[in-house]
């Protein structure tokens, strides 16, 4: 746990140091302290782009790990997490209809800011809401899990249909933001967003904390945890409110960023052979930030000229991992 | 002493399609109960009724005279613990913290143990005879073991009822026999009043101090011995075979 704390915070000012302007550890240092007078240039990179950058990483990282651990406790499933069960398509999906949709009414979103900002995290949680609720409302009807999955990557894809339509009548420049967004980036995330999302985050990962206990029940199957006090339908519906915000509110800023919802709790649970979520829960906070650190200073290692879509990277980390978990132990298809 | 449940017109079944009628019973403390009936009769029905899995079409079940069907999950679970046949999958976690889920109904937010509840966790491993599981991982159990491990959990849970769906139906003769004897010490000893189902016919005639018969949507509650004298206990297999020996207490092949 300590390992994890201090390699996150390495890899934290790992990530701000590199960039395509090389800047001095120490004027970083400097300047993230707020002290000694480094170059202004320097200043607003650091502070307006890669701090922006970095704790956009830490968020998002914790944010979907922890949404993917409920998921998988909730639908009993392995494979569950926001990207694969179509969550993240469904806020995708609300972003689509802020960015593009009203302006074919001819009503320009980007032109207010303040609203633009919240009004695209309230779009993509309602989103992710929206999908959630589809599934929820399918495990009460369909009793088998892996139903309920395929159901999702179903929903998922009529979502991008749905999505392709928008997308054909909108015009060219929401068009490319649009495009820009579904590949997922870090780096257009502001300072002002920063401080929209962080409070909202913060809160549901103390929340998340706080079900810990009826999530570990809930590991015993619906029944048993009815009939040991636990308030099922209320249970699952904190759930899936807990996990839409925070996969909604993460979505809206740095777009789908795949499969770290998957794979660290699985990571997590690898590494503490526990089922006991008040230890997973923080373990997947910190493995999902270092996951997703990681991922971004890959993103910029190669050429220091572009930045590649985190997307691809977490893609090109996620999978193998996915397939490893697969091949080591072949009880993937169990929960715990 | 005063009545612990009582059943009055119970009418159960799966959406308005009943399955056994008028179920009238009254069950004192410290009984041990046996649900005995084919399958396919309602057992698990009428048990998943009185678990609350399941809601009931008509009529009532009162506990200390509070209305079943009004109790919280959580009162619910402070008074009465469940060991059903759905499967537990469960991985990483050792069948001491498995017993240990017996106390969350009675724990805080974050779920710590005091030392009372590592004392009945210690007392329920005990009784069941598992104290060479604790340490194993809980899926690597066999059916007999997991069954045991959970009838713990439950008793760790402390309420004054238990309530059990075929607890012996993946047991071989000795495990099962264990398990009747401990049921039956823990309604003599520790003052539990218990009901579960089962198959094994002659020996709940012989542990129970009731039996509930359903057959053909038809209920009967009455002591083994009042059952037998009725018949009713042979009628159950009529047409197939086999009959119930009313002197020896035991089932006949007919040839």
């Known amino acids: 746990m300590l390992i994890l704390i201090v390699s996150s915070i390495l ?13 001095p550890f120490k004027s970083i240092l400097n300047i993230l302290t707020q002290s000694g007078n480094e170059k202004e240039s320097w200043q607003i990179i650091v502070l307006n782009n890669r701090l922006p950058k970095a704790l956009a990483a830490v968020l998002c990282g914790a944010a979907l790990s922890v949404s993917g651990l409920q998921m998988q406790t909730l639908f009993r499933n392995p494979l569950a997490g926001p990207y694969i069960l179509g969550i993240s398509s469904g806020a995708g999906l609300g972003v689509a209809i802020f960015v ?9 979103m980007a032109s207010y800011s303040f609203l633009y900002n919240y009004g695209l995290v309230l779009f993509s949680f309602l989103g992710s809401l929206l999908v959630l609720l589809i599934l929820l409302g399918a495990i009460y009807r369909l009793k088998d899990i892996m139903t309920v999955l395929i159901l999702g990557i179903m929903l998922g894809s009529i979502i991008t249909a749905f999505v392709g339509i928008i997308q054909y009548f909108s015009f060219d420049s929401q068009l490319k933001s649009f495009i820009m967004w579904t590949m997922g980036n870090l780096s257009g995330v502001s300072n002002q967003q920063i401080l929209i999302i962080t409070p909202i985050l913060l809160l549901t990962l103390i929340w998340s904390f706080l079900v810990s206990k009826q999530l570990n029940l809930y590991l015993l199957g619906e029944d048993y945890a009815k009939t040991m006090g636990l308030n099922v339908k209320k249970f699952q519906l904190t759930i899936i409110l807990i996990t839409a915000i925070l996969t909604g509110v993460v979505t809206a800023y740095c777009g789908p960023i795949g499969f770290i919802g998957i794979i660290v709790p699985h990571l997590a649970r690898m590494l503490s052979k526990t089922s006991n979520h008040q230890l997973l829960t923080p373990l997947s906070v910190l493995l999902g930030i270092n996951v997703l650190l990681f991922a971004d200073i890959v993103s910029v290692l190669p050429n220091y000229e572009t930045v590649l879509p985190i997307n691809a990277i977490s ?15 072949k009880r993937i298809t169990n929960v715990g | 002493m005063k009545e612990l449940i009582t059943i009055s017109k119970l009418t159960i079944g799966y959406q308005k399609c009943a399955i056994v009628k008028d179920i009238s019973a009254v069950v004192m403390p410290n009984e041990l109960i046996c649900l005995i009936g084919r399958n396919g009769q309602g057992k698990s029905t009428l048990i998943k009724t009185l678990c609350k899995l399941l809601p009931p079409i008509s009529g009532n079940v009162t506990i200390n005279s509070n209305n079943l069907f009004n109790l919280s999950d959580n009162e619910f679970s402070k008074l009465i613990s469940v060991v059903l046949t759905s499967k537990i999958n469960i991985y990483n976690t050792s069948v001491k ?18 030392e009372t509840d590592q004392g009945l966790i210690n007392n329920a491993i005990e009784l069941c005879g598992i104290n060479h599981l604790v340490n194993r991982d809980f899926s690597s159990l066999s059916d007999g073991e997991k069954q045991k491990v959970n009838i713990a959990r439950a008793i760790a849970q402390h309420t004054p009822i238990i309530i059990l769906d075929e607890p012996t139906a993946h047991l071989d003769l000795v495990n099962n026999i264990e398990i009747f004897k401990l049921l039956k010490e823990l309604t003599q000893t520790h003052q539990k009043t218990i009901l579960f189902s089962t198959h094994h016919i002659e020996s709940a005639i012989r542990m129970a101090d009731q039996l509930w018969v359903v057959e053909n949507g038809i209920f009967y509650a009455n002591t083994p011995k009042q059952l037998v004298d009725q018949n009713i206990i042979n009628q159950l297999f009529c047409n197939s075979g086999i009959s119930f020996n009313n002197q020896t207490m035991i089932f006949d092949y007919n040839h």
């Open chain 1, 11 to 23: 890899l934290f000012l790992t990530d701000i140091f590199l960039g395509s302007v090389q800047i």
């Open chain 1, 315 to 329: 893609s090109f980390i996620g999978i193998p991992i996915i397939i490893w978990i697969i091949f080591k132990n």
């Open chain 1, 100 to 108: 593009m949709g009203f302006s074919i009414f001819g009503i320009s």
């Open chain 2, 97 to 114: 913290e498995f017993v240990a889920y017996g106390r969350y109904p009675h724990t805080n937010w974050i779920g710590k143990l005091t």
